[in-house]
């Protein structure tokens, strides 16, 4: 194999973002290849198989991409994605029933009423849709362009569609605050504000409210239904992403680590893979675009180097946190399925799935925000093991057997496998005992799991436990790091975490100081996260604007994208501004 090729672009990173961005790209008609450091593709999104036909997610398990432009752009459809979706199996307050320390607790229908307006249900026709995309597929706007009340994507929805929501606390408000006015009941406000934390956001921070609400509604409106999930899992969607970008002709090369990017007179040329690649110290040229779809520590502080930026880039760059917290995934292999406590029983045909009445997920406990902040106090501030008594620590399970019969999550004829549980950590890097810490007390921590979700669940006891899969922080960073907590809220409350400033000065457009480099990566870009799709579609955008790739009539910007001034527009009904 030559030790040299050429491309148009060369992508680096193989997960949803990186070769969702291959996908569109090659559409265009551009040569694209996509270079990945694992064995397989798919980051996140990817599935395992850890005995013989039991199949577990470690990752993302939920759909946060209903609303994505790039399902029928990359017409998806085509190759190999399909959801099973039930529109008619609405959320009801029946169906919400939610998991308090002494039993369920209904949630009021002002409790739904409104939720149900935050997310546009309720407009003439409901803007569920038109909402998700302002809030995620929209890049932010040009430097030059004023942030306001006025022109902030979201905010122009709830000023069109639903005026009486409308007003400066909205966009400046924490979560907390806007439920405290449209809700009713504490636990449906302490479930909703800790779906929104594992999803990336904080419901305590002021300034970004509404994209932590919208966050949860991906969830409970644009997915609603107890099987609205991809067939085959996430795993299933990014299979359907790397057929269309293959198909178009972009080129998969996995162990292909990159040691270097390539920068010559301060623009980005190819990429050098590392010698312990498949093709070690090989070089790849690109022609047009180098595109990092890795975190932005790596990025910058590995792959390019401080001798191409300046030092106050370099210094912002080291103070992103790519850490919010550590979702620890739990599994288990179990002889008889788990089944909730007697306390529970009384609504198990709201919450489980037959025909072995497998409960389908729950966040526990509800009861207060108290145990939020508690929560956020404990990893955020004490960065320590958990300290926090099982009976109080919060935790979700996921919705179960959304998967297709012909899956076998649900059921193996040696046992059942749980759905997946998940609880927030201190990331191993902000350990106060060191970031190896977590392993060291690692089979410690599997017994407290274990003890927190037998505060819901039997059938957790020993001797009904065949197998309980888990990682530690760093085994799962080292798989994944922008899961972790890059997401578009980041990690800290500051403004350059918000929607038109992230992640710091010169990077908020995906652009970056070096000409030809752009980033395509959660810890990096709006919105990050688990919202899949945005950020290649946003990215997208700025492209278009810099010359390097012209899309077809499949391609239609966002309503509220802002085309930069001496830029060329990205939305082909609007002339250049050359």
Same mark, same amino acid.
């Given at each position: 194999?030559?030790?040299?090729?050429?491309?148009?672009?060369?992508?680096?990173?193989?997960?949803?973002?990186?070769?969702?961005?291959?996908?569109?790209?090659?559409?265009?008609?551009?040569?694209?290849?996509?270079?990945?450091?694992?064995?397989?593709?798919?980051?996140?999104?990817?599935?395992?198989?850890?005995?013989?036909?039991?199949?577990?997610?470690?990752?993302?398990?939920?759909?946060?991409?209903?609303?994505?432009?790039?399902?029928?752009?990359?017409?998806?459809?085509?190759?190999?994605?399909?959801?099973?979706?039930?529109?008619?199996?609405?959320?009801?307050?029946?169906?919400?029933?939610?998991?308090?320390?002494?039993?369920?607790?209904?949630?009021?229908?002002?409790?739904?009423?409104?939720?149900?307006?935050?997310?546009?249900?309720?407009?003439?026709?409901?803007?569920?849709?038109?909402?998700?995309?302002?809030?995620?597929?929209?890049?932010?706007?040009?430097?030059?362009?004023?942030?306001?009340?006025?022109?902030?994507?979201?905010?122009?929805?709830?000023?069109?569609?639903?005026?009486?929501?409308?007003?400066?606390?909205?966009?400046?408000?924490?979560?907390?605050?806007?439920?405290?006015?449209?809700?009713?009941?504490?636990?449906?406000?302490?479930?909703?504000?800790?779906?929104?934390?594992?999803?990336?956001?904080?419901?305590?921070?002021?300034?970004?409210?509404?994209?932590?609400?919208?966050?949860?509604?991906?969830?409970?409106?644009?997915?609603?239904?107890?099987?609205?999930?991809?067939?085959?899992?996430?795993?299933?969607?990014?299979?359907?992403?790397?057929?269309?970008?293959?198909?178009?002709?972009?080129?998969?090369?996995?162990?292909?680590?990159?040691?270097?990017?390539?920068?010559?007179?301060?623009?980005?040329?190819?990429?050098?893979?590392?010698?312990?690649?498949?093709?070690?110290?090989?070089?790849?040229?690109?022609?047009?675009?180098?595109?990092?779809?890795?975190?932005?520590?790596?990025?910058?502080?590995?792959?390019?180097?401080?001798?191409?930026?300046?030092?106050?880039?370099?210094?912002?760059?080291?103070?992103?946190?790519?850490?919010?917290?550590?979702?620890?995934?739990?599994?288990?292999?179990?002889?008889?399925?788990?089944?909730?406590?007697?306390?529970?029983?009384?609504?198990?045909?709201?919450?489980?799935?037959?025909?072995?009445?497998?409960?389908?997920?729950?966040?526990?406990?509800?009861?207060?925000?108290?145990?939020?902040?508690?929560?956020?106090?404990?990893?955020?501030?004490?960065?320590?093991?958990?300290?926090?008594?099982?009976?109080?620590?919060?935790?979700?399970?996921?919705?179960?057997?959304?998967?297709?019969?012909?899956?076998?999550?649900?059921?193996?004829?040696? $046992?059942?496998?749980?759905?997946?549980?998940? %609880? /927030?950590?201190?990331?191993?890097?902000? =350990? #106060?005992?060191? @970031? &190896?810490?977590?392993?060291?007390?690692?089979?410690?921590?599997?017994?407290?799991?274990?003890?927190?979700?037998?505060?819901?669940?039997?059938?957790?006891?020993?001797?009904?436990?065949?197998?309980?899969?888990?990682?530690?922080?760093?085994?799962?960073?080292?798989?994944?790091?922008?899961?972790?907590?890059?997401?578009?809220?980041?990690?800290?409350?500051?403004?350059?975490?918000?929607?038109?400033?992230?992640?710091?000065?010169?990077?908020?457009?995906?652009?970056?100081?070096?000409?030809?480099?752009?980033?395509?990566?959660?810890?990096? $870009?709006?919105?990050?996260?688990?919202?899949? %799709? /945005?950020?290649?579609?946003?990215?997208? =955008? #700025?492209?278009? @604007? &810099?010359?390097?790739?012209?899309?077809?009539?499949?391609?239609?910007?966002?309503?509220?994208?802002?085309?930069?001034?001496?830029?060329?527009?990205?939305?082909?009904?609007?002339?250049?501004?050359?």
């Amino acid at each position: 194999m030559s030790k040299e090729e050429r491309f148009d672009i060369v992508i680096i990173g193989g997960g949803p973002n990186g070769m969702t961005t291959a996908a569109y790209l090659a559409k265009c008609g551009l040569r694209v290849c996509v270079l990945e450091e694992r064995t397989e593709c798919g980051g996140a999104c990817e599935t395992q198989e850890p005995i013989p036909g039991v199949r577990i997610y470690p990752h993302a398990w939920l759909m946060y991409a209903s609303p994505a432009p790039g399902f029928d752009q990359l017409e998806l459809w085509k190759y190999g994605f399909r959801m099973n979706w039930d529109p008619l199996d609405i959320v009801t307050s029946e169906a919400m029933m939610l998991t308090c320390t002494d039993g369920w607790h209904p949630v009021s229908n002002k409790d739904i009423e409104g939720w149900g307006k935050l997310g546009g249900m309720f407009g003439t026709p409901p803007f569920t849709k038109e909402l998700m995309r302002a809030t995620f597929w929209s890049p932010p706007h040009p430097p030059e362009i004023d942030i306001t009340d006025d022109n902030v994507p979201y905010m122009q929805v709830f000023k069109k569609h639903q005026p009486d929501l409308w007003s400066p606390e909205l966009r400046e408000g924490t979560m907390f605050d806007i439920l405290d006015e449209l809700c009713e009941t504490e636990h449906f406000k302490t479930t909703m504000a800790y779906a929104a934390w594992a999803s990336g956001a904080a419901a305590h921070w002021e300034g970004v409210g509404i994209p932590a609400i919208a966050c949860v509604q991906l969830l409970t409106l644009t997915n609603t239904g107890l099987r609205s999930t991809p067939r085959g899992g996430l795993h299933g969607y990014f299979h359907a992403i790397h057929r269309c970008a293959v198909h178009h002709g972009a080129v998969v090369r996995t162990n292909c680590p990159v040691d270097e990017i390539i920068i010559d007179d301060g623009r980005a040329i190819g990429v050098r893979l590392r010698e312990t690649a498949a093709s070690g110290g090989k070089r790849l040229w690109a022609d047009k675009a180098v595109i990092s779809a890795c975190d932005v520590h790596q990025t910058f502080l590995k792959l390019v180097g401080p001798r191409h930026l300046d030092p106050g880039l370099i210094r912002d760059v080291k103070d992103i946190s790519l850490k919010n917290q550590t979702l620890y995934v739990s599994q288990y292999f179990t002889k008889k399925p788990i089944q909730y406590k007697k306390r529970y029983q009384d609504v198990v045909s709201y919450k489980c799935i037959p025909p072995h009445n497998i409960p389908n997920g729950c966040v526990y406990p509800a009861d207060t925000r108290e145990f939020y902040y508690a929560e956020a106090a404990d990893i955020d501030g004490f960065k320590s093991r958990p300290t926090i008594d099982p009976k109080y620590k919060l935790w979700f399970l996921a919705p179960s057997l959304a998967w297709d019969p012909s899956d076998c999550q649900g059921y193996h004829p040696k $046992g059942f496998v749980s759905p997946a549980f998940e %609880m /927030a950590l201190t990331s191993p890097d902000y =350990h #106060i005992e060191g @970031e &190896d810490a977590p392993d060291q007390y690692r089979d410690e921590l599997g017994i407290y799991m274990t003890e927190c979700y037998s505060q819901v669940f039997d059938g957790l006891e020993d001797d009904n436990v065949i197998h309980h899969w888990f990682a530690t922080g760093r085994e799962v960073e080292l798989r994944n790091t922008g899961l972790i907590g890059g997401t578009w809220a980041g990690s800290r409350h500051c403004e350059d975490q918000l929607w038109g400033n992230r992640p710091c000065k010169g990077l908020e457009r995906y652009r970056s100081p070096i000409d030809g480099l752009y980033h395509a990566h959660q810890t990096s $870009g709006h919105p990050g996260g688990l919202c899949l %799709m /945005a950020i290649p579609y946003n990215l997208m =955008h #700025i492209l278009i @604007e &810099d010359g390097i790739v012209e899309p077809g009539k499949w391609w239609y910007p966002s309503p509220w994208y802002i085309p930069q001034e001496g830029k060329i527009s990205a939305d082909p009904g609007k002339k250049s501004k050359i």
